[in-house]
């Protein structure tokens, strides 16, 4: 991400036409890439295409001019959280991973059943839906059934270290925009 | 041959089946695993996605534990660990100060020396030959189509590995095991990977688009190497069919599973039998 310029895109679409979301896309890639030359961040952290992104990485992987097109998207989605911009039902996508880092700190490892908990909880409380909420309750049976289903996740034995990895990642990130941005030079007020 | 190995989190959870299959194969092949001590997340996408240094940091710690043990190489069967245990890797390589940062902050002395490795990459290097030599039970009838996804070969710069965008390992794998993998469109394309809690619709479509491609080029089951698209394609099979009112039936089978076979090991131990998919 830290090596992307996002100047050098010429538009020519390699991106878009590669990406398996662009049909669900308000905005496709290439149009975000040029967003973000042209210093216009607040309507690209408001389009719902950031969220629609899979990070498959077949953007950054076929642009011939090397832009990390995805990392710019993953810098987009960082920035929109950081700035409350994102509306709550496009926002599962940060909460799961929100809760997956959480569960990551705590345990080393991850606890599945505590993360699908945790998510569950954090993405009803957010937008009240209750079939999201109630859906993949009958997959439990179907797990225990496989032996697929750990009520208590494995932990670290060394619990220390990984949170003080987390502290010490954590504290400068705060004061620092995401590099993909940043690269640009671009400050939006 | 002995090398390091680190499971990741799905190989010890609900992906528990690939985990037996990756250990029973490659015994039968004769490659020794030595399983990272005390492990620790490589981060996956939500630290790459949330926080650009815990994502090089965490799995760091990974490669300075192997360092620590003696490993110079390190099997991650889950493409999702191997890349970003890649991407520290190729981070750590640019600079001496770098470097002493990263060794700060994982409290361990990280080079960055480990070679880190995919499932398939293990295979090449025991060898076609060798594994053809141990072959008990050739794999007529499998017209597999051999599905990638994103992260065994994206990006490509940090992966090195195979072509991105006409990939052909697994294929030259199976066919000398007497298979015969079937021509398709989609073995690059995204299932949608760690979507599926976050995002069921997409992971939905995506998989129905790969599961429907293969089946129309001939295809009688799927080979992947990855947890996430064997999650997506397989456990979430029955929902793809209920919501696009079509009948699959592919079995998707994991890489080590068909060699396995090939090998002799029966369902039980490869775990095939936890698969959501069985064969009719």
């Given at each position: 991400?830290?090596?992307?310029?996002?100047?050098?895109?010429?538009?020519?679409?390699?991106?878009?036409?590669?990406?398996?979301?662009?049909?669900?896309?308000?905005?496709?890639?290439?149009?975000?890439?040029?967003?973000?030359?042209?210093?216009?961040?607040?309507?690209?952290?408001?389009?719902?295409?950031?969220?629609?992104?899979?990070?498959?990485?077949?953007?950054?992987?076929?642009?011939?001019?090397?832009?990390?097109?995805?990392?710019?998207?993953?810098?987009?989605?960082?920035?929109?959280?950081?700035?409350?911009?994102?509306?709550?039902?496009?926002?599962?996508?940060?909460?799961?991973?929100?809760?997956?880092?959480?569960?990551?700190?705590?345990?080393?490892?991850?606890c599945e059943l505590e993360l699908i908990?945790?998510?569950?909880?954090?993405?009803?409380?957010?937008?009240?839906?209750?079939?999201?909420?109630?859906?993949?309750?009958?997959?439990?049976?179907?797990?225990?059934?496989?032996?697929?289903?750990?009520?208590?996740?494995?932990?670290?034995?060394?619990?220390?270290?990984?949170?003080?990895?987390?502290?010490?990642?954590?504290?400068?990130?705060?004061?620092?925009?995401?590099?993909?941005?940043?690269?640009?030079?671009?400050?939006?007020? | 041959?002995?090398?390091?190995?680190?499971?990741?989190?799905?190989?010890?959870?609900?992906?528990?089946?690939?985990?037996?299959?990756?250990?029973?194969?490659?015994?039968?092949?004769?490659?020794?695993?030595?399983?990272?001590?005390?492990?620790?997340?490589?981060?996956?996408?939500?630290?790459?996605?949330?926080?650009?240094?815990?994502?090089?940091?965490?799995?760091?710690?990974?490669?300075?534990?192997?360092?620590?043990?003696?490993?110079?190489?390190?099997?991650?069967?889950?493409?999702?660990?191997?890349?970003?245990?890649?991407?520290?890797?190729?981070?750590?390589?640019?600079?001496?100060?770098?470097?002493?940062?990263?060794?700060?902050?994982?409290?361990?002395?990280?080079?960055?020396?480990?070679?880190?490795?995919?499932?398939?990459?293990?295979?090449?290097?025991?060898?076609?030959?060798?594994?053809?030599?141990?072959?008990?039970?050739?794999?007529?009838?499998?017209?597999?189509?051999?599905?990638?996804?994103?992260?065994?070969t994206r990006p490509a710069k940090t992966?090195?590995?195979?072509?991105?965008?006409?990939?052909?390992?697994?294929?030259?794998?199976?066919?000398?095991?007497?298979a015969e993998p079937v021509e398709w469109?989609?073995?690059?394309?995204?299932?949608?990977?760690?979507?599926?809690?976050?995002?069921?619709?997409?992971?939905?479509?995506?998989?129905?688009?790969?599961?429907?491609?293969?089946?129309?080029?001939?295809?009688?089951?799927?080979?992947?190497?990855?947890?996430?698209?064997?999650?997506?394609?397989?456990?979430?099979?029955?929902?793809?069919?209920?919501?696009?009112?079509?009948?699959?039936?592919?079995?998707?089978?994991?890489?080590?599973?068909?060699?396995?076979?090939?090998?002799?090991?029966?369902?039980?131990?490869?775990?095939?039998?936890?698969?959501?998919?069985?064969?009719?």
């Amino acid at each position: 991400m830290a090596q992307t310029s996002v100047g050098d895109c010429y538009q020519c679409g390699k991106c878009s036409a590669g990406c398996p979301m662009a049909e669900h896309m308000d905005l496709l890639p290439n149009q975000l890439v040029r967003l973000v030359q042209m210093e216009r961040l607040d309507r690209a952290l408001r389009c719902e295409a950031i969220w629609k992104c899979v990070s498959c990485m077949t953007c950054s992987t076929r642009c011939p001019k090397s832009v990390d097109c995805a990392g710019v998207l993953d810098a987009l989605r960082q920035l929109a959280v950081e700035r409350g911009i994102a509306a709550p039902e496009r926002r599962r996508t940060v909460l799961f991973q929100q809760a997956f880092l959480d569960n990551i700190r705590r345990n080393g490892r991850l606890c599945e059943l505590e993360l699908i908990g945790v998510f569950k909880t954090k993405a009803f409380l957010a937008d009240r839906n209750i079939p999201l909420l109630m859906k993949d309750a009958l997959l439990a049976p179907q797990l225990i059934k496989r032996g697929k289903f750990h009520l208590r996740g494995e932990r670290v034995r060394d619990r220390g270290i990984v949170e003080r990895i987390f502290a010490k990642c954590q504290a400068p990130l705060a004061a620092s925009p995401p590099a993909a941005v940043a690269s640009n030079n671009s400050h939006p007020t | 041959m002995d090398i390091g190995y680190y499971p990741g989190c799905a190989l010890h959870g609900s992906s528990n089946d690939y985990g037996s299959s990756v250990r029973a194969c490659l015994a039968a092949l004769g490659v020794g695993l030595r399983e990272l001590d005390d492990w620790i997340c490589c981060g996956a996408t939500a630290a790459h996605s949330l926080n650009h240094l815990l994502a090089l940091a965490l799995p760091a710690r990974n490669l300075a534990i192997a360092q620590r043990d003696g490993l110079t190489d390190l099997l991650a069967p889950c493409p999702m660990c191997s890349m970003e245990l890649l991407k520290a890797h190729a981070a750590l390589a640019s600079s001496a100060e770098y470097r002493r940062k990263v060794s700060e902050i994982v409290e361990l002395d990280v080079q960055g020396t480990t070679q880190v490795l995919n499932l398939i990459q293990v295979l090449q290097r025991v060898g076609l030959e060798t594994i053809k030599e141990k072959m008990v039970r050739p794999l007529a009838a499998f017209r597999p189509a051999c599905y990638y996804g994103c992260l065994l070969t994206r990006p490509a710069k940090t992966l090195q590995f195979d072509d991105c965008e006409q990939p052909t390992s697994m294929e030259s794998i199976l066919r000398e095991l007497g298979a015969e993998p079937v021509e398709w469109n989609l073995k690059t394309e995204c299932c949608g990977a760690g979507m599926t809690l976050a995002d069921e619709d997409t992971v939905l479509e995506l998989s129905h688009k790969i599961l429907g491609n293969a089946a129309e080029h001939g295809a009688n089951c799927m080979v992947v190497a990855c947890p996430m698209c064997h999650v997506n394609l397989d456990m979430k099979q029955p929902d793809v069919d209920r919501r696009y009112g079509c009948h699959h039936d592919l079995v998707v089978y994991y890489l080590s599973d068909l060699v396995g076979l090939a090998l002799g090991l029966d369902e039980r131990t490869l775990g095939i039998d936890r698969h959501f998919v069985a064969k009719q």
